[in-house]
């Protein structure tokens, strides 16, 4: 089930935090960039990956930040490449659908997220959520907006 935030989900005290991210190496414009200044071994993590293995849509990569919050940021390839939005959209909706899958057997016990895919993305949110809804199940998804 989704249960709507209002405010900066990286200024709340959530352990788990799910966000979008591309294929193609950027990680410096939207949510990303906020991870990034925040917590700079993510984006490090993201692109070791990218370097040296490259990524695939709805993969889902977890990295622990670097400070004893005991916070996880999950970082899910939800688009194959980035752009102005009224370029797009950029968003997978196959791999919304897989990364939450995957994100709802890893962190069974819930976890938070922005509006995944429907920012910089140009996803539709009507249609993401109802993908979330369908795979969540009991899991509580908490969905922060500013």
């Given amino acids: 089930m989704i249960v709507y935030k209002q405010g900066d989900i990286l200024a709340t005290d959530e ?3 799910a966000h979008g991210c591309n294929c193609s190496g950027g990680f410096g414009s939207g949510f990303a960039k906020s991870v990034a200044e925040l917590y700079p071994n993510v984006k490090a993590s993201y692109l070791y990956h990218h ?4 990524w ?14 005991g916070r996880e940021i999950a970082n899910c390839t939800t688009q194959q490449r980035y752009g102005r939005p009224d370029e797009g959209p950029y968003v997978s909706y196959p ?12 962190w069974s016990e819930g976890f938070a997220m922005p509006k995944i895919g429907a920012g910089l993305a ?12 369908e795979e969540c199940g009991d899991v509580e998804v908490r969905v922060y907006t500013l």
């Fill in 56 to 69: 695939r849509l709805g993969y889902v990569q977890v990295v622990a930040v670097d400070d004893a919050s």
């Fill in 51 to 54: 370097n040296t293995c490259g």
């Fill in 122 to 133: 140009g996803g539709n949110w009507d249609v993401i959520s109802k993908i979330i809804e």
């Fill in 95 to 106: 791999a919304i659908r897989q990364v939450i899958q995957q994100l709802v057997k890893k």
């Fill in 15 to 17: 352990k788990k935090i």
